[in-house]
């Protein structure tokens, strides 16, 4: 019979770190903690193989488990010496999630499971303080009735907050005993008002509806939008933990808290966190309370009043630093964990890897390497490649000035300006728009998901550095100031106010996450610099790497920014692009509207001299590297004007009547352009339109290599070839304008000529094309079009619809489909190597620079990639883990 439940604590561990598939990360931690001794509250673990079958049956519990968890609560209460559901001496649970991966804020919890009318007086009674047990009950209605009834959580707030008014009071804490039980009994009231039905008194109904909430909320909108954000599989289910309750609201001896081993923003080796005494966990992380700071230096630095835990409970603040770096050293990694005090007991509930900035998990890495608690590969693993996004582009300039509106905590580093908007859902519409937008919020809340995406940066006036908005806008690698205290937000207004200041919806700010400043306009930026720590990982990686990376890139500018990075070519320049600058358009233009060979040939004329400065300044940077230059690609329309207005200007620029310019342009229209007269059609059509550029490679690559003495390696990479014919034609062209020039100039350059794969019938007929060329470049853009049948341009209607319903694991323009896509790549290498051994293959697309493509290409045993130049670091990174990993 198949086990769904796995015990921890007094003893015993039916599992460990390495069961985090079967047990989610919390209670494999939680096991792993409980085994090495750490002081871990008991419970058990229902598993996620529970969890999927859940929902294969309809979302019901077998009698089978229903079994197996009261073997897990007779487990508990064998060690608390208390009985679940006893009025006299209760035992009270909390109800936790635990994927595999940590999702912080997207799942539900429950705490204080197990209290009724009875047991709460028996809490009074052993507890010897009724506030106490009253402020647990009201709790727990509290979270009971949002997280399993699904009732309006704002009522509950509100009648709080009146409680509070009534007496005058600010703080929760402020509430006595009858205090709370007046408002126990309207929360009560307010459950039989909105479900109908009086608040359960049965505490294994209570446990039941619990874990399926739990359960439950693996399919909520917010889980299911951070799945795919992250790449979480939807069928990895989570597990339910069930734990003993231990205390952090029992008065000035108890507290709750939430560190990590070394800062999470920083990466310094430190211990960071926050904490509350009287208080449970909930209250730190939803940014209810502002908490306190962990460590006395943190305190001073910050220039805070109130005492450090290292100062308030000397005592259990050191056995915390000793669990701390214990944990550090077995895991070997940063922890982000979660503690609470009880009655000046340290209790341990949870260990897991914390999330960190790119720029920590660079620092933290790269330190523990050189500590010698990992090795360099392991190092190089330990960075997610696609992190590095958050280290590549400008921050804001310290020496620009800056209107300092006010200053909160600085929860996640980057600066961001941007309109402001006060809901979710404003700024995921505002950013489809293509506007920039900072969310600003009281506090966030895991339903505001979509919209913390959508930002460039988020505000929130509540919360500490562990707060929600802070540990999400971290994994997101969103700038976040948190806990801007002085502002007073009204979200049904638009608006929010600072002292006399007045800022509203659409109004401009930016905000500094390293410093937590929030000012008012835009502020400049520099660019980054990339060394340190980040030039070590590097090194280490290119150690082990075997792919190679290049860079997609037609300007100067971005051929120098990919080399800064550590390109080691060009993958793809796009000609085309270059025959869109105004001082050549008009003769692009002459070229298409000619009527004959001899007009085509006076056109091109103009745009070789052109042509050629641009390729040399491309092969002046690049000099000694292979350079991909894809010749022409678009469809000749494209280049032609569409407004009358732009008609009427080509018309006097070229002195064609315009009458027969628009009949040449109402010629040259397709109804599908990227099936139509494009690539290799175009020069098998004109080819004195690719003899022009071919001329142009060759002689810019002549003159770079009399300059500098070093010369380029063109690589002319023919574009859209289907057959073996095509390709033939198209390399006569090129080789022939080799000959010429390197007959005119008197010295020979190394060159190749090649195609890009990016029709299925290409892969296909790979062998016979592999006769003509010295290289395929893996155009996945178009060769996930053309085998998918799907329009790039118009796929996004429906493609996150495909993914949500699992028809695709990922948007295959972002990841390669690796199935039917990834199929003909392996296909087209395999054939094209039995005709060529010694064939260069690589790609080109957008995938060039996916960490998960690059995996694949690595797989199929590609030589290089080729990725946009600030995505070249990602791609040296995620190739050497590639590498590393196969």
């Given amino acids: 019979m198949t086990q769904y439940i796995y015990r921890f604590g007094g003893g015993v561990s039916d599992g460990g770190k390495g069961d985090k598939n079967l047990l989610g990360g919390k209670g494999a931690n939680l096991a792993e903690m409980a085994s090495i001794g750490l002081p871990v509250p008991p419970g058990f673990t229902i598993s996620t193989a529970m969890c999927t079958r859940y929902y294969d049956e309809g979302q019901a519990f077998p009698a089978s488990v229903r079994d197996e968890v009261a073997n897990g609560l007779r487990h508990v209460e064998g060690i608390t010496g208390k009985v679940f559901g006893d009025p006299a001496n209760p035992l009270l649970v909390s109800v936790r999630s635990g994927a595999r991966v940590s999702m912080p804020g997207m799942m539900d919890t429950v705490l204080n499971l197990g209290l009724n009318d009875a047991t709460v007086e028996g809490l009074a009674a052993i507890s010897a303080d009724p506030r106490f047990a009253w402020d647990s009950y009201r709790r727990f209605i509290q979270m009971y009735a949002d997280v399993v009834l699904e009732l309006d959580h704002g009522r509950f707030e509100e009648a709080l907050e009146i409680a509070k008014e009534d007496q005058g009071f600010y703080l929760d804490t402020e509430l006595s005993a009858d205090d709370l039980r007046k408002l126990v009994a309207e929360y009560k009231a307010l459950v039989q008002e909105l479900w109908g039905k009086p608040f359960p008194q049965d505490v294994h109904d209570q446990l039941w509806g619990a874990v399926g909430a739990v359960f439950g909320s693996w399919q909520s909108e917010r889980a299911k939008v951070y799945r795919r954000l992250n790449d979480i599989p939807g069928d990895w289910g989570t597990a339910v933990n069930v734990q003993a309750m231990v205390f952090g609201n029992m008065g000035e001896t108890s507290a709750t808290g939430v560190a990590f081993t070394r800062d999470p923003s920083t990466g310094e080796n430190g211990y960071y966190g926050e904490f509350l005494i009287n208080a449970q966990g909930e209250d730190v992380v939803a940014g209810i309370r502002t908490p306190q700071y962990l460590t006395k230096a943190a305190r001073e630095a910050a220039g805070a009043k109130p005492a450090s835990m290292e100062e308030a409970m000397p005592q259990v603040y050191g056995e915390l630093a000793r669990t701390f770096d214990l944990l550090e050293r077995h895991y070997r990694d940063m922890q982000d964990i979660e503690f609470t005090v009880e009655q000046a007991k340290l209790w341990m509930l949870q260990t897991r890897s914390g999330k960190r900035t790119a720029k920590a998990a660079l620092k933290i890495a790269v330190d523990m390497a050189e500590e010698g608690l990992i090795t360099e590969e392991e190092a190089v693993l330990r960075v997610e490649p696609s992190a590095l996004d958050q280290l590549l582009h400008p921050t804001l300039d310290p020496d620009a000035p800056r209107d300092v509106l006010t200053k909160g905590l600085p929860a996640s580093p980057g600066a961001a300006s941007g309109k402001v908007v006060f809901d979710a859902d404003t700024a995921e519409r505002a950013a489809a728009n293509g506007e920039a937008v900072i969310l600003v919020r009281v506090e966030t809340s895991p339903e505001d998901i979509h919209g913390m995406h959508a930002a460039k940066g988020i505000l929130t006036a509540r919360g500490g550095m562990t707060s929600h908005a802070a540990v999400v806008a971290r994994g997101m690698g969103r700038p976040c100031v948190s806990g801007a205290g002085t502002l007073s937000i009204v979200a049904k207004d638009k608006i929010m106010r600072c002292g006399d200041r007045e800022i509203r919806e659409g109004d401009i700010l930016t905000i500094d996450g390293a410093t937590g400043q929030v000012m008012v306009g835009a502020v400049a930026t520099i660019q980054p610099e990339l060394a340190g720590d980040f030039g070590t990982l590097m090194v280490w990686a290119d150690k082990v790497r075997r792919l ?20 080691e070519g060009i993958g793809l320049c796009r000609t085309e692009h270059m025959f869109f600058e105004a001082s050549r358009i008009t003769s692009v233009r002459q070229m298409i509207l000619a ?50 207005a732009e008609f009427e200007d080509v018309a006097t620029a070229t002195g064609i009547d315009i009458e027969k310019l628009k009949r040449r342009a109402a010629e040259l229209h397709e109804f599908n352009p990227m099936l139509g007269h494009r690539g290799c059609r175009l020069g098998v059509t004109y080819p004195e339109i690719y003899e022009m550029q071919a001329r142009a490679i060759f002689m810019a690559a002549c003159d770079v290599a009399e300059k500098s003495g070093e010369a380029p390696v063109p690589e002319v990479m023919i574009p859209l070839v289907a057959t073996r014919r095509e390709l033939e034609l198209m390399k006569l062209v090129v080789d022939k304008a080799a000959g010429e020039v390197f007959a005119e100039r008197g010295r020979t350059i190394e060159y190749l000529v090649g195609t890009m794969i990016e029709l299925p019938r290409a892969a296909l007929k790979a062998g016979e094309i592999a006769e003509q060329a010295e290289f395929f470049s893996f155009g996945t853009n178009d060769l996930t079009q053309t085998t998918l049948g799907v329009s790039r341009d118009d796929a996004a209607r429906f493609l996150s619809v495909y993914v949500e319903k699992g028809i695709y694991a990922r948007d295959p323009f972002v990841s390669i489909d690796v199935e039917g896509v990834g199929e003909l790549i392996a296909l087209a290498a395999e054939r094209g190597r039995a005709t060529r051994p010694d064939i260069k293959l690589g790609i080109c697309g957008e995938h060039g620079g996916d960490p998960a493509s690059i995996a694949f290409c690595e797989q ?6 080729s990725a946009s130049p600030y995505r070249v670091p990602i791609a040296r990174l995620a190739a050497a883990q590639a590498a590393l990993r196969k």
Avoid: W
């Avoid at 000099?623 to 678009?634: K, M, N, S, Y």
């Fill in 860 to 865: 199929v045993g590609l030589d290089y990639v």
């Fill in 548 to 567: 190679r990376v290049r860079t997609n890139a037609e300007t100067p500018d971005d051929c120098r920014t990919a080399r800064e990075f550590g390109a």
């Fill in 595 to 644: 009527e004959n060979e001899a007009g085509r040939r006076a056109a091109l004329d103009k745009l070789l001299p052109e042509q050629r400065s641009d390729f040399a300044e491309i092969f002046e940077v690049m000099v000694g590297l292979p350079c991909t230059i894809r010749l022409l690609d678009p469809p000749l329309h494209e280049f032609l004007p569409h407004e009358e």
